[in-house]
């Protein structure tokens, strides 16, 4: 600042501390015991994935041993993971969702 209009100041410059979300990538693992049934519900309900869309995320999981169940900021991921590892544990399955930073 130069506020005495002398040449001389502290330079300083003000900081917009922009809070971006950063996106995380939401996944189901497969296992041997969760039915097929269980995981295009959870699809379906957890993510608003279509009967299709589920199904085809569940065979991939089933296929490949990991799926991407959506994108999303921080929150909505951890969310998202909570209530669907909280159905597993109340139905009693072995169902893992995990998420990662994109
Ligand atoms: N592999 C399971 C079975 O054969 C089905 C399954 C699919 C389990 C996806 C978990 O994330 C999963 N019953």
Known sequence: ????G????????TRSKVKRPGLYRVLLLNDDYTPMEFVI??????FNKNQDE???ITMHVHNHGVGE???FPY???????TQVMDAAK???HPLQCVMEKQ
């Open 69 to 71: 169940c959506g994108i």
């Open 41 to 46: 519900a959870v699809l379906q309900q957890v």
């Open 90 to 92: 109340r139905n009693q």
């Open 75 to 81: 929150e909505v991921a951890e969310t998202k993971v």
């Open 54 to 56: 589920a199904v085809s």
């Open 1 to 4: 600042d130069d506020d005495s």
């Open 6 to 13: 002398d040449g001389i100041g502290v330079a300083t410059k």
